[in-house]
């Protein structure tokens, strides 16, 4: 059974570019999470999402920043017209139905901009 | 204000001898706790997680945690280090009030001198 998978695991972008980072969640896992990790810091929650809902976003900026985690496919964060303050490891992690506190995390997408 | 202390960002041991990491979380009601590991680029592995019952958990590659109500702790231990325990170590709650997120302390990073 394969783990959560991100991708890019790096991905570089020049201030004012657009990053989409990628996350598959554990076969039978429906709840997706993203959380983000600064130099130095803990993670910080983002988002929350079930197949075609956001359920919590009350960690997400309000600007530049949406997440998507359609019926098919990885779900997607993306970041419209990065700065440099964007810069940092965005993790993924995934729980199976019925038990929302066992996350597990993917290896992270490190975003650096440039 | 609500959070999770983690007060120790480094800590040093020699190998072979015991560990103990810190945690304190401030929330009214008891949290679901959980202590995470981060190998240098790579993402967090669950070593053990604490809900209810027993207050002392079991975890994965020897460690505990101990969950001590009336001090609002969850210490993680070790009682022989070995030189593969050298990473991050991230204490988490998933307070009852705030959905399915966890909220994690700021880490703290072991070294293990041989």
């Known amino acids: 059974n394969a783990g959560v998978m991100q991708n890019p695991r790096h991905l570089v972008r020049r201030r004012g570019q657009e990053a989409r980072l990628r996350c598959s969640p554990m076969?039978?896992?429906?709840?997706v999470y993203w959380y983000r990790q600064l130099p130095e810091e803990g993670l910080k929650f983002m988002v929350y999402l079930q197949k075609e809902n956001i359920i919590d976003e009350s960690g997400m900026p309000k600007e530049r920043f949406s997440a998507e985690f359609p019926k098919e496919g990885p779900s997607i964060l993306r970041i419209q017209q990065v700065v440099r303050g964007d810069s940092a490891a965005y993790f993924c992690?995934?729980?199976?139905?019925?038990?929302?506190?066992?996350?597990?995390f993917g290896p992270g997408t490190r975003l650096t901009v440039t | 204000a609500q959070s999770v202390t983690q007060p120790d960002i480094h800590i040093t041991v020699s190998e072979g001898a015991s560990l103990e990491l810190r945690c304190n979380y401030s929330?009214?009601?008891?949290?679901?706790l959980f202590w995470y590991v981060q190998s240098p680029g790579q993402g967090l592995q669950l070593l053990l997680k604490y809900f209810s019952g027993d207050t002392l958990v079991q975890g994965i590659k020897g460690f505990e945690a101990e969950f001590k109500r009336s001090q609002s702790s969850f210490n993680l231990r070790k009682p022989s280090v070995h030189w593969s325990d050298a990473a991050e170590y991230f204490c988490?709650?998933?307070?009852?009030?705030?959905?399915?997120?966890?909220?994690f302390g700021a880490g703290t990073i072991l070294r293990v001198k041989s």
């Open positions: 992690a995934s729980s199976p139905p019925g038990l929302p506190y066992e996350q597990y």
């Open positions: 929330y009214g009601a008891t949290p679901y």
């Open positions: 988490a709650v998933a307070p009852q009030e705030y959905g399915n997120k966890l909220v």
């Open positions: 076969k039978g896992h429906s709840h």
